[in-house]
């Protein structure tokens, strides 16, 4: 890459929680070239495609990126989820599948990889994130109890409603607002907790659910003061802390870069202290860990480990696969130890930092600071003339793959869904569209044609006019909902 190193070696600065990350601009002047820790093996070929093919698909795909065929898309930005590219050693891995329905050696590797890495003690595999949050749910909320979480995720909140739960979001208020730039905009602030269990009684609160980095906020993360001071909070009231450490590697990154003391401190060890201060945590692999399929919950206590236990074999399969081949875990395994390895985190964050240099240098307005797995386009600022309900970050989506054939996600008023009470779209402060970078799979020159597609699609913004709903379907609407131009 032509791109900085990012992390501890390039810093000048060393950052507390109060403080502001810089803007990165692009290239910054006297520094030597960097490159990825890679080199490339194996190629897939790309499809390009002209504009009216690209109209006709976007049509059939009711204007939503998720039902396009992956054979119309060229460059694939609609999510790093199960997306990256495996190493060798990965691969030479899935050979050594043993595929016995119990006791599967590749367990073993997985359950000692985990306990090394994150440092959980009991370790329970599932198919993928969700089945994991599927069960850490039924396990530890009861119906009608509050489950107090740093911004919601998709999936994660609707497992917490259906096992009785009520979302509260208690994320510091930085986190709504795409311009400020402090450093640690995931953080929990402790003072909306102590609202809450003044309010509701600490029996009424099923446990603090912790994302590091957070998603939906743009990739920002968690300070270790901030899981420090929400571990101590958690003992006071007798309140469980877990953490969703679908990208918590992520997060470590940008604790060592910004967090004073944690500067000359590996990846690894980073992660492991973090995930110390909860009490357990869930999973998707699919992300930081590497691999194209996997997920996993792991806790400290026992008894909540039976527990899953019990419940895995019910819906994900016997305790030593959780829905999942014998080489999945083995690629699992191998991926969660490269995930951790401090080059490889710094040239995964420093290509998102390059693409979005690109894109501040052009004023393209979007959430800052640029966070962890992707570059998160503010739709309000780009398109100021619609209105939030004519789905704004849905509409640049739809242009950016009618441009060019990159495909990207809406993070906004779709992805957020009803509220099952009052029926009533939930309408969140963020209106995004995210253009998320697998691990491993594009260069550098594949940035720069993104790039100049959101800069020809900023500077055609002004004709651009939203969409409608018209087809809805009943849980995670974003996925299937359909849409026509206004
Ligand atoms: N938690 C977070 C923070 C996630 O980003 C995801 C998935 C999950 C849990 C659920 O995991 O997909 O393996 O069942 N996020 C993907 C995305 C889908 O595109 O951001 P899963």
Request: hydrophobic share 40%.
């Amino acid at each position: 890459m032509g791109h900085p190193p990012t992390g501890a070696a390039a810093l000048s600065y060393v950052m507390t929680n109060k403080h502001e990350v810089p803007r990165t601009m692009g290239q910054q002047a006297g520094r030597r070239s960097w490159a990825e820790p890679w080199k490339i093996k194996m190629v897939e070929p790309l499809t390009m495609t002209d504009r009216p093919t690209r109209e006709r698909a976007m049509a059939e795909a009711g204007y939503n990126t998720f039902l396009l065929r992956s054979t119309d898309v060229y460059i694939d930005l609609l999510t790093d989820s199960g997306t990256s590219a495996m190493s060798d050693r990965q691969w030479a891995g899935m050979m050594v599948g043993d595929e016995a329905y119990a006791g599967s050696e590749n367990f073993y590797h997985l359950e000692t990889a985990i306990q090394t890495y994150y440092g959980y003690k009991y370790l329970v595999p599932t198919h993928q994130g969700r089945g994991a949050e599927n069960l850490i749910s039924r396990t530890e909320i009861k119906p009608g109890q509050y489950v107090p979480g740093n911004m919601y995720f998709t999936t994660t909140r609707l497992h917490q409603e259906m096992a009785g739960g009520i979302f509260v979001d208690v994320i510091c208020d930085e986190a709504h607002d795409p311009t400020n730039r402090n450093a640690f905009k995931g953080n929990v602030d402790l003072g909306k907790l102590d609202a809450l269990v003044k309010e509701h009684g600490a029996d009424k609160i099923a446990y603090v659910s912790l994302g590091a980095t957070v998603n939906m906020a743009g990739g920002q993360p968690v300070s270790m003061a901030n899981v420090k001071a929400l571990r101590t909070w958690g003992d006071k009231h007798g309140i469980k802390i877990y953490l969703d450490a679908t990208r918590a590697v992520e997060n470590a990154f940008f604790i060592q870069e910004r967090e004073t003391g944690y500067a000359g401190r590996k990846i690894a060890e980073i992660l492991k202290e973090f995930c110390s201060y909860t009490d357990g945590a869930w999973m998707s692999a699919k992300k930081d860990s590497l691999v194209n399929i996997g997920g996993w919950v792991a806790v400290n206590s026992w008894e909540v480990f039976e527990e899953l236990r019990n419940l895995v074999v019910v819906f994900e399969g016997l305790h030593t696969y959780g829905g999942l081949a014998g080489r999945d875990m083995e690629a699992m395994a191998i991926g969660t130890a490269e995930s951790v390895q401090d080059d490889h985190i710094r040239a995964r964050i420093g290509q998102v930092r390059y693409l979005g240099g690109l894109l501040e240098k052009w004023g393209v307005p979007m959430m800052e600071p640029i966070g962890g797995h992707a570059i998160f386009l503010d739709a309000r600022r780009f398109y100021p003339q619609l209105k939030q309900d004519d789905f704004a970050a849905q509409t640049l989506a739809a242009q950016l793959y009618l441009d060019s054939g990159i495909r990207t996600m809406e993070r906004g008023i779709v992805s957020a869904g009803r509220n099952a009470k009052t029926g009533d779209h939930y309408r969140p402060k963020l209106e995004l569209t995210r253009l998320t970078i697998p691990r491993r799979v594009y260069t550098q020159a594949h940035m720069d044609v993104v790039a100049e597609s959101v800069k020809a699609v900023y500077e055609q913004r002004e004709s651009v006019k939203g969409l409608k709903m018209v087809y809805e379907p009943k849980y995670l609407r974003f996925f299937q909902a359909r849409f026509e131009p206004l």
